[in-house]
């Protein structure tokens, strides 16, 4: 495969590398780039375009890497920065491009700014960030009541008498990006690494940078104080020339949570990212008709502004799809815990099968959360005393379960991951959902994966139209001759007249879909 295509982001299939979970190859338990590296053949067998690395930055791992201490550095329970560029180079040998993560809302409270800033109040580095004064006669109350993005309040007090935001938790202090120093130093950043030959960068929490300095309250029908202010498309614009300056084949790839599509859009002007995840897709229903309307409002909303969409299902925030999809409620929202609900995993692996195929044939691009090629489900099971995440104890749902680390081998734990013991435990059911028991099986969720991105691969999909069949179905073309049906429905639908079968995620009944399962078909007259 050549590496060379300008624009790869916008039909790209994406694999997400959680680095904590992939493979340990060190012996401590945690994953590391060594067993990345070891398992890279995985990522080619599977036939995936890119591999975006969530953070792996020196960090006192208050938030599992996303508190950064120092962009330039890899955090040595990871390794080292010559393993980093190692994989870098040998990723692209293989075809593989490299996406990595940025995390510019916030940085570490071990970050030497924020030490500086702490140990001085008259340091430069305290306009780095937001220190107030409390409110009350003796400051002794938050500057404002803003509610965390974990829960919580958002506000700390410092041994001198002031406060500091972090929208998350106290150990990830806010930037304040009206600050030129914090501007100039991230756009640094980004050179550091598209230097390294990175080929994307990733942006976290990309819609919080910007706060209004007023910090009024958070009010129904007034501008909202720190989420989605216009000003933060200028930072956009201004990465977006640093990304172009490197020959246009270098992406920004935004992590933008936001319920009005078209604001959500704002962000993939021609000026500024390339791409965003679609979060509206992943929380959707698996409901034909509301599954169906957000295709079409994904699709009119990007290509209002010329952008690919993308396709995901999962990643390392969320309750993984198998789970979610055997619930009675198949949505998803940080809003709606629904922890502990029954899960039927027979129909939520059915489901996750169908939406592999749905996912990989939609117009964009297509992302997958490591694991997710498995057929690996939420671990449920994790004893609250063995949590490692903050967001648990602030919203009451821990997202230690979908950040479990990958059985590999073997039919018991740590299945090949490590040689010690796993930092989360794995389930011992998963001794089905090894790479090495679903390799060679055609009915395994693995090998639907590569069949299915090999297919995708072949094909050159083109222009996207819906096909009238059963309402009950969610049915599109590809061009002249290409289908994919899926059916939602609780019964058996008739497949159209004239085509023959490329895929399916299940057995066919005749010609007929069973319920919970997609097909892709070429259509012969
Ligand atoms: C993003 C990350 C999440 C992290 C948060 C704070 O949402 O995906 O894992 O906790 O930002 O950085």
Same mark, same amino acid.
């Given at each position: 495969?050549?590496?060379?295509d300008?624009?790869?982001?916008r039909?790209?299939v994406?694999?997400?590398?959680?680095? %904590?979970? &992939?493979?340990?190859?060190?012996?401590?338990g945690?994953?590391?780039?060594a067993?990345i590296?070891?398992?890279?053949?995985h990522?080619?067998?599977?036939g995936?375009?890119?591999?975006?690395?969530?953070?792996?930055?020196?960090?006192?791992m208050?938030?599992?890497?996303y508190d950064?201490?120092d962009?330039?550095?890899?955090?040595?329970?990871?390794?080292?920065?010559t393993?980093a560029e190692?994989l870098?180079?040998?990723a692209h040998?293989?075809?593989?491009?490299?996406?990595?993560d940025?995390?510019?809302?916030?940085?570490?409270?071990?970050?030497p700014?924020?030490?500086? @800033?702490?140990?001085?109040?008259?340091a430069?580095?305290r306009d780095?960030?937001?220190?107030?004064p409390g409110?009350?006669?003796?400051?002794?109350?938050?500057?404002?009541?803003?509610?965390?993005?974990?829960?919580?309040?958002?506000?700390?007090?410092?041994?001198?008498?002031s406060? &500091?935001?972090?929208l998350?938790?106290?150990?990830?202090p806010?930037?304040n990006?009206?600050?030129?120093?914090v501007? @100039?130093e991230?756009?640094s950043i980004?050179?550091?690494? =598209?230097?390294?030959?990175v080929?994307?960068?990733?942006?976290?929490?990309?819609?919080l940078?910007?706060?209004d300095?007023?910090?009024?309250?958070?009010l129904?029908d007034?501008p909202?104080?720190?989420?989605?202010l216009?000003?933060?498309?200028e930072?956009?614009?201004?990465? %977006?020339?640093?990304?172009?300056s490197?020959?246009?084949?270098?992406?920004?790839?935004?992590e933008?949570?936001?319920?009005?599509?078209?604001?959500?859009a704002? &962000?993939?002007r021609?000026?500024?990212?390339h791409?965003?995840?679609? =979060?509206?897709?992943?929380?959707?229903?698996?409901?034909p008709?509301l599954?169906?309307?957000?295709?079409d409002r994904?699709l009119?909303?990007?290509?209002?502004?010329?952008?690919?969409?993308?396709?995901v299902?999962?990643?390392?925030?969320v309750?993984?799809?198998?789970t979610r999809?055997?619930r009675?409620?198949?949505?998803?929202?940080?809003?709606n815990?629904?922890d502990?609900?029954?899960?039927?995993?027979?129909?939520?692996?059915?489901? @996750?099968? @169908?939406?592999?195929?749905l996912?990989?044939?939609?117009?964009?691009?297509?992302?997958i959360?490591?694991?997710e090629e498995?057929g690996?489900w939420?671990?449920?099971?994790?004893?609250?005393?063995?949590?490692?995440?903050?967001?648990?104890?602030r919203?009451?749902?821990?997202?230690?379960g979908?950040r479990?680390?990958?059985?590999w081998?073997?039919?018991?734990?740590?299945?090949?991951?490590?040689?010690?013991t796993?930092w989360?435990?794995?389930?011992?059911?998963w001794?089905?959902?090894?790479?090495?028991a679903?390799?060679g099986?055609?009915n395994?969720?693995l090998?639907? &994966?590569?069949?299915?991105i090999?297919?995708?691969?072949?094909?050159s999909f083109s222009?996207?139209?819906?096909?009238?069949?059963?309402?009950?179905?969610?049915?599109?073309? %590809?061009?002249?001759?290409?289908?994919?049906v899926?059916?939602?429905?609780?019964?058996?639908?008739?497949?159209p007249?004239?085509?023959?079968?490329l895929?399916a995620s299940?057995?066919?009944?005749g010609d007929?879909?069973?319920p919970?399962?997609?097909?892709?078909?070429?259509?012969?007259?």
């Open positions: 495969m050549s590496l060379k300008s624009q790869w982001w039909d790209a994406i694999y997400q590398v959680y680095p %904590r979970s &992939y493979a340990d190859a060190n012996g401590d945690v994953g590391d780039i067993g590296r070891a398992r890279l053949g990522l080619r067998d599977l995936v375009d890119a591999i975006w690395m969530s953070p792996w930055y020196p960090s006192p208050a938030d599992a890497g950064v201490a962009f330039r550095d890899i955090d040595p329970v990871f390794g080292s920065l393993e190692a870098i180079e040998e040998a293989a075809g593989i491009r490299m996406i990595v940025i995390v510019p809302n916030h940085i570490s409270s071990e970050h700014w924020f030490k500086a @800033a702490l140990a001085d109040p008259d430069k580095e780095y960030f937001w220190f107030r409110r009350g006669e003796n400051g002794d109350e938050m500057p404002t009541d803003w509610r965390g993005e974990f829960g919580g309040t958002t506000w700390t007090r410092t041994p001198d008498g406060w &500091y935001l972090h998350f938790t106290p150990e990830q806010d930037l990006w009206d600050h030129p120093d501007r @100039a991230f756009e980004l050179r550091f690494w =598209f230097d390294r030959g080929d994307g960068i990733r942006i976290d929490s990309a819609a940078l910007l706060k300095p007023a910090l009024p309250e958070v129904e007034s909202h104080p720190f989420h989605d216009d000003g933060v498309h930072v956009y614009r201004s990465w %977006r020339r640093i990304a172009d490197y020959g246009g084949d270098r992406a920004l790839i935004g933008v949570w936001m319920p009005e599509v078209e604001r959500f704002n &962000y993939l021609p000026d500024e990212l791409a965003a995840f679609n =979060f509206d897709f992943l929380g959707c229903a698996w409901d008709r599954m169906r309307e957000c295709v994904t009119h909303a990007h290509a209002a502004v010329g952008a690919p969409a993308t396709w299902l999962s990643n390392h925030d309750t993984r799809h198998v999809y055997g009675e409620d198949t949505t998803f929202s940080f809003d815990n629904l502990g609900t029954p899960v039927d995993l027979e129909v939520g692996t059915r489901r @996750a099968r @169908a939406a592999a195929l996912s990989l044939s939609l117009p964009g691009a297509t992302y959360y490591q694991g498995l690996l939420e671990n449920e099971n994790i004893p609250p005393e063995e949590f490692q995440d903050p967001m648990w104890g919203r009451g749902h821990s997202r230690d979908c479990v680390p990958l059985p081998t073997g039919d018991e734990a740590p299945f090949g991951f490590t040689t010690a796993p989360l435990p794995q389930p011992a059911e001794k089905d959902r090894t790479a090495q679903q390799t099986d055609p395994s969720m090998e639907l &994966y590569r069949s299915a090999a297919r995708r691969r072949e094909e222009d996207f139209a819906w096909l009238d069949l059963d309402p009950a179905v969610l049915a599109f073309c %590809r061009g002249q001759d290409f289908a994919c899926v059916n939602m429905s609780g019964a058996p639908v008739a497949l007249a004239h085509q023959s079968v895929l299940g057995p066919l009944d007929r879909l069973p919970d399962t997609a097909v892709w078909l070429r259509m012969t007259s």
